[in-house]
Structures are given as C-alpha cells and as structure tokens.
C-alpha cells in the first residue's frame, strides 16, 4: 500500500494517517472491507426550499463573518422521525469563520495523484478526498490553539464505499502534531455514510507509537446517509465534549486529557476499497463558549 513518507517535506501539507490499533475492542470501520460506490447531492425544488428556509430562519438562525448561518432543509425531514432542528451561532465575533467562496483563509490545499489524495476550497465548499485507505486531515488555518469553543460545520460525504460505512468524515479537536507532521493527540468525532458515528482519542504511549481508544460510537436517525448533508456541532467546554448533528446532541463525553490544541476537518477511506472516500465541508465557524 502506497502510503506518504514518513516526514513530511512542509510540516503544513494535508496529513494522511493509517489507522492506529485500538487500546479496546471497538468497530471501528476502518478494519472492514466494502464493495465500491458513489452517491451525489441531489438538487431540490427552488420553490418549497424557499419557503422552508424562510420558515427556519424565523425559528432560529445566527449570524457571523456577515453572512446568516441556517440549516439547509430536506424534503424528506417532513417525513422523518428526527427533522433538521435550527441550530443558532451564538451572538458576537466568531474566533474564525469561513464560507469557502474562496481559499483567502489560507487552507492547505495540496494535492497529490501519487498518494491518492486531493484538497480544494471555492464555491462555497471545502472538498477533500482519499483513495487510498487512510486519513487525510487539513488544520484550520493559523495555526491557533482552541480550548473551550462551539463549532459549526455543514459536512456530506459526497463520495464512499456502499457498505459498511461507505467512508468517514468530520473533525479533529485539540490536536497537536508529532515531529513527522501526524497527529500525536487529539479527539476525533466522525461520521459514516450508514449513520453511524464514533468519538476516538488518539494518543502516543511510550515506544509502542500512536494508538487510538474509542470512548463512545452508535447509530442515530438523525444522521443524514451518504449524499446528504449533515449540520455539525461540536461544544467543547474542560472536560466535557457534545457532538450534534442536526440540532440532536448524540453523546457527551467527559475526558480531561487535552485541553486545547489544533482543529482540522478531515475525510477518511476505508482500507481495501477501490471506491475511495470524499466529503464537502461548508459553512464552517468556531465561536468561544
């Protein structure tokens, strides 16, 4: 398997990570084998996305970086035990904001045929994607330390295997780097394309090299499958740490190992697959909380 060096020419490339062993049983995806596919955003009607996007911003919405934050409606949440619930930016300045009409934040956008992997940011989306059974993760851009925040994302897996997950996507929490430019610890809340989701802490121990603990995983409705966007926030405040997706708060972890550190959004592949994996990232904002 074709994987990147192990030092990184420029420590700021998009870092491609094999998936460390476990310090427990878990399920992790990662370990599994599924057939290849793909699955695209379908466009809605313009008329009923209107009058639904009207209706959410009067229940609730936010504001930052001058643009309004609301979710982006289904037609099928009608139907649907868990609809998408408004999830409001708090009040104030953002600590960093960006709609990705343009790359003028400065993401590292490097790409590379060779190793299979590809980053881009315009038009209102952030695209990454793997081909080649690893992690690819892009850091928020300046290089600064986040302890306690809210975060808010819109993510779809746009591309992935059809079973088992069909791939993984979502972000990275109070990261640091190793010397090789991967990360040395972190917390990592990820999504699959089957609507299932896990919270891992990553964690070097001793001469053994980075290992991974998966402290809480499951499946909920209100995760939205592959090709369909899903509203992610994730709250960070000391120890305790919610992923919400889609205004319903999945799990709450309490862990007090790291308390502040880098974010990076990231896509992950699953290994033995020939479809690969790629997501979208829009509408991604960091207020302090």
Not at 38 to 63: D, E, F
Not at 92 to 112: H, I, M, R, Y
Not at 153 to 177: C, M, P, W
């Amino acid at each position: 398997m074709t994987s990147i060096p192990a030092k990184s020419p420029q420590p700021s490339l998009p870092s491609t990570d094999t998936f460390p062993k476990l310090t427990e049983p878990s399920t992790d995806k990662h370990s599994s084998k599924s057939a290849s596919a793909s699955s695209r955003t379908k466009k809605r009607p313009m008329v009923v996305l209107g009058v639904v996007l009207a209706l959410l911003v009067l229940l609730g919405g936010g504001s930052f970086a001058g643009y309004t934050y609301v979710l982006k409606p289904q037609l099928e949440e009608a139907n649907s035990p868990f609809p998408v619930k408004p999830v409001p930016t708090p009040a104030g300045e953002p600590l960093f904001a960006d709609a990705f009409q343009n790359n003028d934040k400065g993401w590292d956008v490097t790409s590379d045929p060779v190793h299979k992997f590809s980053a881009s940011a315009g038009n209102g989306y952030l695209t990454l994607e793997h081909d080649d059974g690893k992690v690819m993760w892009v850091m928020v851009p300046g290089s600064k330390q986040y302890g306690d925040f809210k975060l808010f994302v819109d993510a779809t897996l746009t591309k992935g295997a059809s079973e088992k997950g069909g791939g993984g996507y979502g972000v990275f929490i109070r990261s640091t780097a190793s010397p090789n430019s991967d990360l040395a610890q972190s917390y990592r809340f990820e999504l699959y394309g089957d609507g299932t989701y896990q919270i891992f802490k990553h964690h070097t121990a001793d001469k053994t090299g980075q290992t991974m603990t998966m402290l809480k995983g499951g499946s909920h409705g209100a995760i939205r499958p592959m090709g369909k966007m899903n509203h992610i926030v994730i709250a960070a405040k000391g120890s305790s740490m919610s992923l919400i997706v889609n205004g319903y708060t999945l799990a709450t972890i309490d862990d007090s190992s790291y308390k502040s550190g880098s974010i990076a959004l990231f896509v992950s592949d699953l290994p033995d697959t020939s479809s690969g994996a790629q997501a979208q990232f829009s509408n991604f904002s960091l207020f302090p909380l």
